[in-house]
């Protein structure tokens, strides 16, 4: 049956701007990067107190901490340590900075890095006076040996319950062989919980990892995403609803993510394997990033960016309850991805061991 012109040229229109509305929501979903600075040397993270809005403080590998203020770089660094640290250019070198949540009062933050003379890793914390570091203020708070130069870890981060957590590679070498990871009497291979003020000895989390580089807790629900650094075939991605709240194990290096690495006995905790993972074929050094929650791109609100070093690959996923996403592969590579940094009101930094600081934008 012939159907009325008017009724063919309406439903013409309909399909037209149901066109045009899905290409406008496609477009709007399409993420990017925009360069904000450049020249640092060797930059490994980037982040800030949220009671600094328009301040960014950049790590560099070498040993200090420089500031943006508003994009721009303030010539002195807030923090120094070149003389104390031990940077290879590699693996070690000043890794890891946390502000307290209390910072905006106390003025406290932590740092982590491989010392002189023998790149074994310190977490110490400093006070700074609003403007730099108040170097006579150091208390050390965490001392390990490190049998190797590689897979130092060195996040170091905070939790919503405001307490302090450090990443532990697992001493180095390949295929962690003193079985670091899965000893619950050594610190290497773990996640720690410290005390801020080291009134209490280090306390052991979790168990089974290999090299953690980059992790974070969503600040919206406390969320940990955990970005653990693969052997020679598969990077991985961990995940923990709400935090961790017992003793955790995440199978290293019985298990290279969900594949069996080498026959053995896990240690204790209870075995956790990964939400994500991919093979080399996709690149070669997980770099763990942050859930968006921010304001400024929409279209990235709840989603976890994470990527690859080697590859410059950038993916993201979702969690929703049980559910996970696929991973969705972002359409701006980033060239010897670092890390990701999270600014003070959540919009994400992607860094450049390159030395430049990105900004995620719609």
Not at 217 to 235: A, H, P, S, T
Request: aromatic residues 10%; charged residues 20%; proline residues 7%.
């Amino acid at each position: 049956m012939r159907r009325p012109v008017v009724f063919t040229v309406a439903v013409a229109l309909i399909g037209v701007a149901a066109g045009i509305a899905l290409a406008a929501r496609d477009r709007s979903s399409v993420l990017g990067i925009v360069q904000v600075a450049s020249g640092f040397t060797r930059p490994v993270f980037a982040t800030a107190p949220r009671s600094e809005p328009g301040r960014l403080y950049v790590v560099e590998q070498p040993g200090t901490i420089r500031v943006l203020i508003r994009g721009k770089r303030r010539a002195e660094p807030f923090l120094d340590i070149r003389s104390l640290v031990d940077s290879d250019g590699n693996e070690q070198g000043l890794l890891g900075l946390a502000f307290d949540p209390g910072y905006a009062k106390n003025h406290r933050f932590y740092v982590d890095y491989t010392g002189k003379p023998n790149g074994d890793t310190y977490v110490v914390s400093y006070r700074s006076d609003g403007t730099r570091a108040i170097k006579s203020s150091v208390r050390r708070l965490l001392f390990v040996r490190q049998p190797y130069a590689n897979h130092n870890g060195g996040m170091l981060a905070f939790d919503t319950k405001g307490r302090l957590y450090v990443g532990m590679g697992d001493g180095g070498s390949a295929g962690d062989p003193q079985n670091h990871a899965q000893n619950p009497n050594d610190l290497l291979g773990k996640l720690l919980r410290l005390d801020p003020l080291g009134r209490t000895p280090p306390e052991v989390v979790a168990l089974g990892l290999r090299n953690p580089w980059r992790f974070s807790f969503d600040r919206k629900n406390g969320d940990l995403y955990i970005g653990d650094v693969g052997q020679g075939k598969i990077e991985e991605i961990d995940y923990v609803a709400g935090g961790i709240t017992s003793l955790l194990n995440f199978g290293w290096r019985v298990n290279e993510g969900r594949s069996s690495y080498q026959p053995g006995q896990l240690g204790p905790g209870k075995l956790t394997t990964p939400i994500a993972q991919y093979t080399h074929a996709d690149g070669c050094s997980v770099t763990g990033g942050y859930v968006y929650r921010g304001t400024l791109v929409p279209a990235a609100v709840g989603r976890y960016f994470y990527g690859d070093f080697c590859s410059g690959t950038v993916w993201s996923l979702t969690v929703d309850g049980r559910d996970v996403s696929a991973p969705r592969r972002e359409p701006f590579p980033v060239s010897n991805l670092s890390s990701f940094g999270e600014g003070p009101a959540g919009e994400l930094y992607p860094v450049s061991l390159d030395g430049v600081i990105y900004k995620l934008r719609g």
